[in-house]
């Protein structure tokens, strides 16, 4: 059984910083890219990055790339996703996802329950 468990969303000022965690459980590690998604009130949900285990390969969206940093570490089974230069556009809620190398959600078979990002302006 896998499971995700996000954790490290709040309320932020436009242009601060927040650091999410997900902590995963289950056979999952080496074998699942993990990603990082993102779904606002009224929008469909969208792909923010992934990083693959069995390497450093990252894999941006567009409107993160230069401000958000995705890394993992091993040997506590958690990726995190470092979000700097944070924008009003990026307030949601993030959930972390394990799948394959995609930037679709369809790809990506087990969810984590999500944690809410605010954005002050």
């Known amino acids: 059984q896998v499971q995700l468990v996000e954790s490290g969303g709040g309320l932020v000022q436009a242009g601060g910083s927040l650091r999410l965690s997900c902590a995963a459980s289950g056979r999952i590690f080496g074998t699942y890219v993990m990603g990082w998604f993102r779904q606002a009130p009224g929008k469909e949900r969208e792909f923010v990055g992934a990083i693959k285990w069995s390497g450093t390969s990252t894999l941006y969206a567009d409107s993160v790339k230069g401000r958000f940093t995705i890394s993992r570490y091993n040997a506590k089974n958690t990726v995190y996703l470092q979000m700097n230069s944070l924008k009003p556009e990026d307030a949601a809620v993030y959930y972390c996802?394990?799948?394959?190398?995609?930037?679709?959600?369809?790809?990506?078979?087990?969810w984590g329950q999500g944690t809410q990002v605010t954005v002050s302006s």
């Open positions: 996802a394990a799948g394959g190398w995609s930037t679709s959600s369809s790809d990506y078979n087990y």
